[in-house]
């Protein structure tokens, strides 16, 4: 079955339900201080694994296309990774308020000093980069040069997982299996990477 328009408006329409329904879930946990010992931990990991989760779905999303030949499915690649950007602002902005209570410059020295940060700000800096020239009118300016800055994600989705991996501090399960899904997802896209080390190795004989 071909999907048409009106399955992609479908689909569309239960990924904001998904993410308003996750919001709530979220503010419940909150108002029942149901959140553990460490609230603003825990409100913080949330929120960063919601990003990486919005993120590893994007990237589902041009395999499936063409595993079943549905390229209508490219049309929830932008609203998937538009919300992934939402929750990646959300999971800075509670850290720097709650966290840091607002000392940026901390926040900075942080970034700096600890790698898992510093991964972490790369990445809300690709995901900025992508979101803002998600729009139409920006995309059609940039042409070819579009296609490649939106390869970025690739490396976002690394960054990330490893940027979550080196957070957790305790259990390995559940960063293995986002590592897992990690790999799984970028070994479709093997013929990018190929071209990109080999273009590397180019720029290091010259």
């Not at 329904?21 to 931990?41: I, R, S």
């Not at 990330?160 to 305790?170: F, L, M």
């Not at 259990?171 to 897992?180: A, T």
């Not at 790999?183 to 896209?189: P, S, V």
């Amino acid at each position: 079955m071909k999907i048409s328009k009106t399955h992609i408006l479908s689909a569309k329409a239960l990924i904001h339900l998904a993410a308003l329904l996750t919001f709530l879930y979220l503010w419940l946990l909150v108002e029942q201080n149901a959140l553990g010992a460490d609230p603003v931990k825990e409100m913080t990991h949330f929120l960063g694994k919601t990003a990486l989760n919005y993120l590893l779905i994007t990237l589902c999303i041009s395999p499936l296309a063409r595993r079943f030949k549905q390229p209508l499915l490219i049309q929830l690649r932008r609203v998937l990774g538009l919300y992934c950007f939402f929750w990646a602002c959300l999971h800075l902005l509670v850290f720097i308020w709650l966290d840091l209570n607002w000392q940026v410059m901390l926040f900075a020295e942080e970034v700096v000093k600890r790698p898992y940060m510093t991964l972490g700000a790369l990445t809300w800096v690709i995901l900025l980069a992508l979101s803002i020239t998600s729009i139409n009118v920006i995309r059609r300016r940039m042409k070819r040069a579009w296609l490649t800055l939106h390869r970025a994600v690739y490396w976002a989705v690394l960054l990330a997982t490893i940027h979550y991996y080196w957070s957790v501090k305790s259990g390995l399960i559940e960063p293995v299996i986002y590592f897992v899904i990690c790999f799984t997802l970028l070994a479709q896209r093997k013929d990018y990477f190929k071209s990109f080390l080999r273009r590397c190795t180019k720029k290091k004989l010259v």
